[in-house]
C-alpha cells in the first residue's frame, strides 16, 4: 500500500499559516502541528523529559511535572548554542512522533506537516512537497503585535531576522500562498488541494 504524499507548510512569524492550515483542514486534509507536538512532549515523552532536566536542570520542571516554560525560554534566549542542544532534543523526538502519526493517517491522500522552521531544518528534504505562506514583513510584524501584546517589536525583529529571508522561501517552496489580505485565501488553498489530491492519485 502506498503511503500519502508528505506535504510541509511553513511560513515565517506572523504569515498566518495555522490560519491556512485551518483551511485545509476544513477540507478534510490531516494536519500535524509540529509546534504544538513539541511542546505535548516535552512533558509527556519521558526520555526528552529526561534529556532535558539532565542538561538544562531541575528547575526546567515544577513539582507538578509542567514545563517551567519561562526558565527555559531566559536559558536559551539570548544563547544560540543552548537553543541548539534543546532543538537537537526536541526535533528528533517530533519527527519519530510524526512517524506514528503517518502511521495513523494512511487512508489519507496527502498530509501536512505544519513547522516554522521547516526549511532551516533541513525537514523538508523528508518531505514530497512543500507550501509557504507569504505576507511582507511589515505585515507580519503588525499581526504578531496584536496577537501576542507581550512581545516588543524588537523581539519580533529579533525572531525574523534569524529565520530565512522569503526569497529564500520561495525558492525552495513549492506552492505559494499570498496572505498579505489583498488575495482571497481560500481560493489559493483550493487550487492547490486539487493539484496535491491529484499528485496523490496517480
Not at 17 to 32: A, D, E, M, N
Amino acid at each position: 500500500m502506498t503511503r500519502p504524499l508528505l506535504v510541509g507548510i511553513t511560513g515565517g512569524i506572523g504569515s498566518g499559516k495555522s490560519t491556512v492550515s485551518r483551511l485545509f483542514q476544513i477540507l478534510g486534509v490531516p494536519v500535524y502541528n509540529s509546534d504544538d507536538r513539541g511542546k505535548h512532549l516535552m512533558v509527556h515523552h519521558q526520555p526528552l523529559i529526561d534529556q532535558i532536566r539532565k542538561a538544562f536542570g531541575e528547575d526546567s520542571y515544577f513539582g507538578d511535572g509542567t514545563l517551567n516554560r519561562s526558565y527555559l525560554a531566559s536559558e536559551v534566549f539570548s544563547n544560540e548554542e543552548k537553543l541548539k542542544l534543546l532543538n537537537s532534543f526536541v526535533h528528533p523526538a517530533v519527527g519519530e512522533d510524526f512517524k506514528s502519526w503517518i502511521a495513523t493517517h494512511t487512508d489519507a491522500n496527502y498530509l501536512l506537516k505544519e513547522t516554522a522552521l521547516l526549511f532551516e531544518t533541513g525537514i523538508y528534504k523528508e518531505l514530497d512537497k512543500s507550501i509557504c505562506v507569504m505576507a511582507s514583513r511589515s505585515v507580519r510584524a503588525e499581526r504578531v503585535v496584536l496577537r501576542d501584546e507581550q512581545r516588543s517589536m524588537q523581539e519580533i525583529e529579533n525572531i525574523m531576522d534569524k529565520q530565512l529571508s522569503d526569497g529564500q522561501r520561495r525558492k525552495l517552496s513549492d506552492y505559494l500562498i499570498d496572505n498579505n489580505g489583498d488575495q482571497l485565501l481560500i481560493p489559493q488553498v483550493l487550487k492547490i488541494h486539487d493539484e496535491l489530491s491529484n499528485l496523490s492519485g496517480q
